[in-house]
């Protein structure tokens, strides 16, 4: 099991930039893909980032592409999302989540998330 805290998040104005951070406790963050979500009041959770094991591999959602960088430090047990050329629409709740699966599959452990407002 695994058990994760964002950080990072708050209030920013159109075109800034943020990172926000998740770390992961036990001793196996490094054989879990990780995934970054948002949700938005009154919407839906959304796909944003993933990154595999090890690094190597990552993928992003066409609204976030360009601008977000996901990455990982293992010897940290910390993922984080990189967030350039905020907008407005970006403003919601960013969780983390960790699956031993697929990085495109169900994710089975998450955050508590961490708001990030984006003021135009």
């Known amino acids: 099991q695994v058990q994760l805290v964002e950080s990072g998040g708050g209030l920013v104005q159109a075109g800034g930039s943020l990172r926000l951070s998740c770390a992961a406790s036990?001793?196996?963050?490094?054989?879990?893909?990780m995934g970054w979500f948002r949700q938005a009041p009154g919407k839906e959770r959304e796909f944003v980032a993933a990154?595999?094991?090890?690094?190597?591999?990552?993928y992003y959602a066409d609204s976030v592409k360009d601008r977000f960088t996901i990455s990982r430090d293992n010897a940290k047990n910390t993922v984080y999302l990189q967030m350039n050329s905020l907008k407005p629409e970006d403003t919601a709740v960013y969780y983390c989540?960790?699956?031993?699966?697929?990085?495109?599959?169900?994710?089975?452990?998450w955050g508590q998330g961490t708001q990030v407002t984006v003021s135009s």
């Open positions: 989540a960790a699956t031993l699966g697929l990085m495109s599959g169900e994710y089975d452990y």
């Open positions: 036990g001793r196996t963050f490094s054989s879990y893909a």
């Open positions: 990154i595999n094991w090890s690094g190597s591999n990552t």
